[in-house]
Each structure stands twice: as structure tokens, then as C-alpha cells.
């Protein structure tokens, strides 16, 4: 019986690595706190659709329902009515045993409270990830250390959190999201807490490592200066998401998609990441009202 569950769970976890398909489809999502008149309605019936390839960011006001929104996409909770299919499993089915395994190799968070382990050094904290997914504690170590390098914390490895300013555990987290490559990296917040160099750089390795390979990267954020990484940009109000667009050039703005960008014309084009400066991103057809259109730009080669 031992033998039949972790086989199981090792189907579930590897579920994801089929290609094709969006990476996530959330269909009439409702998610309610609570019951009768003080019940709470974080989500009212949320259809959006997230291509792999694709940077989403989620913006709007606070308390609209989008650290709800990504906390079901990643798996941590539990839809009222709806559904959610992320990498094309449908999280809801399986049991609680399977969904950590699936979440383990295939999700990676980046919360907003960061949720280190202040027992542990920066690069314990980052090689958790591989440690649950079974990887030996010296190839973990190893990688965990690569990863920190890659969010500029290479000589804070043996550091304590505690011993870390506010932006340096946020890139901790975020080196905790990627290290163990998932498909499916979702950010709450992830420049809250970084000045603006930083808040790039970050946003540079999320935008190069997190869309790549059929990866798909959402991101929750309030800070407009990130923007222009995003292919689309998608708004919630009082748990519904009430428009979905493309990033202007001018900070802040956001336009709807038109025909020069369905053919990669449009002149909201950005600088590329990973030396590609000169290339004009191509996007898929105009999402629809409700967010599910395949919007996604071309991918920029990269090295890792």
C-alpha cells in the first residue's frame, strides 16, 4: 500500500511535465469566507487564463481579492465554486498528500511576508524546495547557493534571516522560488520591499528565468514601475477581474491590445532581457474581456 501512494504522489508530481496546454485556467472562481451575513466574497466569479511563456501581473486595489486569486493558482487554497486547472491538473482532485507533491516540484511562492526559517541560513532557507523534493542535501546546498548568486546574496549564504535587511530575505524568497525550476512561479509582492535597481534586477531574472522552458510567472503588485516587464497586465475590483491589457511604455498606463500588436508592430515595445535590446515583442490574439485569451510574447533566448 506504501508502495502504491508514493507512486501515486510521483505521477502527481510529474503530471506537470507534459507539454502543451495553458498553465493555468481558472473558470467561475468563487472563493467565500465564512458564512451568512458576515461572509466575505474575496472572489465573484473569476475566469482568467494564464499562457505558458507568459508574465501576468494582477494589480488593483488592496483587499480585491488577488493574494486570494494566486493562493488558489498555486494550490494553497480551496476554491468555493469553480475551477482551477494549473499545468493541467485540476488541484481540487487530488488528496491532500498528492497536491504537496505536486506543488513541491511544479509551484514555486514568493510570499509576501517572505516566510523564512529564521533556525536556518539563507541558503538552508533556499535549498527547501529540493530537500522536500528528495534532492541530497550536498546537490541542494550547491544549488541553493547558485540561485542566491543569481539575486546578487552570494556572500550572504551562511547569514541568518535575522541578520538580513527587509529587501535582502525578499530576494531570499524569491531565490527560494526559483531554485528548484518550476513551471509555475507566483509572486506576492516581489519588489515591495527593494529600491528601484534592485526591484529591476529582480524583475530582469524573474522575467528571464520565470517564462522560459513553458514556465508561466504571475505576479500581484502595486508598484507601476515594473510594469513594462509584464505581457499583460490584468485588474481586479471586489473579486473580479474587470479588465485585461497590455503595458504602456509610459509607467503606470495600460493599453488594450490592437491590431500593430497582434502582428509584434505595436509601439509598446520594450527592451529585452538577456542582451536582446532590439527585439519588438510579438503577442498572440487580443484577450477577451474575461481574460481568457492566449496572449503571450515570444520568448527572449537566454542563458541561466
Do not use: W
Not at 21 to 46: D, F, Q, S
Not at 263 to 292: F, K, L, M
Request: charged share 20%.
Amino acid at each position: 500500500m506504501q508502495d502504491r501512494n508514493m507512486d501515486a504522489a510521483a505521477r502527481a508530481a510529474g503530471a506537470a511535465d507534459m507539454p502543451g496546454g495553458p498553465a493555468v485556467v481558472c473558470a467561475g472562481l468563487r472563493k467565500r469566507y465564512g458564512e451568512g451575513a458576515t461572509a466575505v466574497h474575496a472572489l465573484r466569479g473569476v475566469d482568467l487564463t494564464v499562457q505558458r511563456g507568459e508574465l501576468l501581473m494582477l494589480v488593483g486595489p488592496s483587499g480585491c481579492g488577488k493574494t486570494t486569486l494566486i493562493s488558489v493558482m498555486a494550490g494553497i487554497l480551496d476554491p468555493t465554486e469553480g475551477h482551477c486547472r494549473i499545468l493541467g491538473q485540476d488541484m481540487t482532485a487530488l488528496a491532500p498528500r498528492l497536491r504537496a507533491a505536486f506543488r513541491a516540484r511544479n509551484i514555486g511562492f514568493v510570499f509576501q511576508a517572505y516566510n523564512l526559517n529564521p533556525a536556518l541560513t539563507a541558503a538552508e532557507n533556499v535549498s527547501v524546495p529540493l530537500r522536500i523534493c528528495g534532492a541530497p542535501l550536498r546537490e541542494s546546498m550547491r544549488k541553493a547557493e547558485a540561485a542566491l548568486e543569481l539575486v546578487g546574496l552570494g556572500d550572504k549564504a551562511e547569514s541568518a534571516p535575522g541578520d538580513l535587511s527587509g529587501g535582502q530575505q525578499q530576494r531570499v524568497a524569491i531565490a527560494r522560488a526559483l531554485v528548484h525550476q518550476p513551471q509555475l512561479i507566483v509572486c506576492d509582492e516581489p519588489t515591495s520591499a527593494l529600491d528601484h535597481a534592485n526591484g529591476q534586477r529582480v524583475m530582469e531574472l524573474l522575467r528571464r528565468v520565470g517564462t522560459v522552458d513553458g514556465r508561466a510567472l504571475v505576479i500581484v503588485t502595486h508598484d507601476a514601475r515594473i510594469f513594462e516587464f509584464a505581457d499583460r497586465i490584468a485588474e481586479l475590483d471586489d473579486g473580479q477581474v474587470t479588465r485585461v491589457g497590455m503595458p504602456a511604455t509610459e509607467a503606470g498606463a495600460m493599453r488594450e491590445p490592437g491590431a500593430a500588436d497582434r502582428h509584434g508592430g505595436g509601439s509598446g515595445a520594450r527592451p529585452g532581457i538577456g542582451g536582446d535590446d532590439h527585439h519588438s515583442p510579438e503577442y498572440g490574439p487580443s484577450p477577451g474581456g474575461n481574460g481568457t485569451g492566449a496572449s503571450v510574447r515570444t520568448p527572449h533566448s537566454c542563458t541561466d
